[in-house]
């Protein structure tokens, strides 16, 4: 029989894992706005985030979130981390019980501080709830370049059931049991690609880039470590893998708004330019937060904070990490330093 998908969030990267799911399985795509629902279903196309890709035929949209939840099997939740919970409270009331639920969202909820996985516990418990993450810029995905990505669960054999929902030729799925390293990796990640544009639009380097991408993953996994992250999760697709491609690619969105602050413009005005989510922008205060609480330095994760929420200057930024003094490179993340 049939395992029914329904993605909830028709932006770049809930299209494309519907599209994903579409080739193996029935999938239903959720759009809040009912033109954008009959633009996909009918013309095979998202218009608004995706306009240069095909989707397939069998991919069906809906603005209709009953109709899009009530006969699921597994439910997928690609609504930005500020909208998520509130979407999902919606999902709720139609959702069958013990149907598995998979975040794609990578943020922390401003104030609550939690992870989406822990949003999704929160607001239907007793739902079997993963996360599927990884190096994977949704545009490369649908122009048919191979990628690979984590399903992480709890329970391995849920996780195991779900892989061949998302996998295809050219996009490999693993497991892991790591829900909390693999989706702090995930979250963790954008705020340090913001770091590596703020270097690129400042003119610096490769060997920058490599130094702010090595650092950023020590920041990665010092937070995600004392938060409950296995250490060799880091070292995977959702932690090294993730970072690489984000903090390198023209296509990331967290990258292009460091770039430009590196260039000079101010967070406000790069934000109203952008019609997509950069989740490490907002991500960054709680991690902020966070980092404070464990007693974990986060060195350039601050600067981010303090570029995008305190009016610091990508060169102030700059100019401070280079201040600091350096110690081991493993303090804090190797447990006898
Ligand atoms: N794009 C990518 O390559 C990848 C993205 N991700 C992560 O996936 C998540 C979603 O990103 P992505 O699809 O790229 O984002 P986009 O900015 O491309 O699209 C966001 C989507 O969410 C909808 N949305 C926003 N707020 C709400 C809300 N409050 N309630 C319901 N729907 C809402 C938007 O609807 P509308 O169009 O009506 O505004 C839009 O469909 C993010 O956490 C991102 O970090 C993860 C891996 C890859
Ligand atoms: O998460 C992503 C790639 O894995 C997408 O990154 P951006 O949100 O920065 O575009």
């Known amino acids: 029989m049939d395992i029914r998908v329904a993605v909830i ?6 299209t494309t894992v519907a599209a994903l799911a ?11 706005r009912p033109e954008l629902a009959e633009q996909i279903t009918t013309e095979h196309r998202n218009g608004d985030y995706l306009p240069d890709h095909d989707l397939p035929d069998a991919l069906v949209a809906t603005a209709d979130l009953e109709e899009a939840v009530r006969d699921c ?11 998520f919970r509130g979407a999902l409270e919606d999902v709720a009331e139609h959702l069958r019980p013990w149907v598995p639920v998979v975040s794609l969202t990578k943020g922390l909820e401003i104030g609550t501080r939690m992870r989406m996985s822990e949003i999704v516990t929160e607001v239907v418990p007793g739902h079997p709830v993963g996360v599927l993450t990884g190096p994977n810029l949704a545009k490369e995905i649908l122009a048919g370049h191979a990628a690979a990505a984590v399903m992480a669960m709890d329970d391995h054999n849920v996780a195991q059931a779900l892989q061949g929902l998302f996998r295809g030729e050219l996009f490999r799925v693993y497991t892991n ?9 995930g979250v963790l990640k954008n705020v340090i690609a913001i770091a590596a544009g703020m270097a690129d639009g400042l003119g610096a380097g490769d060997n920058t880039r490599a130094a702010v991408i090595t650092r950023g993953l020590a920041e990665i996994s010092r937070l995600g470590i004392a938060l409950g992250g296995e250490p060799f999760t880091f070292s995977g697709l959702a932690g090294m893998g993730d970072l690489i491609a984000t903090c390198t690619s023209t296509q990331s969105r967290n990258r292009h708004v460091g770039e430009r602050l590196g260039r000079g413009e101010s967070i406000d005005e790069i934000i109203a330019a952008m019609n997509m989510v950069a989740e490490g922008v907002k991500t960054s205060r709680v991690v902020m937060e966070l980092a404070g609480e464990n007693g974990c330095e986060m060195p350039i ?7 995008c929420h305190e009016g610091r200057t990508a060169l102030e930024a700059y100019t401070g990490l ?5 110690g081991h490179e493993l303090a804090g993340v190797r447990p006898d330093l």
Request: charged content about 20%; glycine content about 12%.
């Open 322 to 326: 280079l201040k600091r003094d350096s």
């Open 22 to 32: 579409a080739r193996n399985t029935p999938t239903t795509l959720w759009a809040r």
């Open 177 to 185: 049991e790591d829900v909390v390293g693999c989706e702090l990796g």
């Open 73 to 83: 099997d597994v439910l997928v939740m690609a609504v930005p981390s500020q909208g």
């Open 301 to 307: 994760a601050a600067e981010v904070e303090a570029v």
């Open 9 to 14: 969030g028709a932006g770049s990267w809930g």
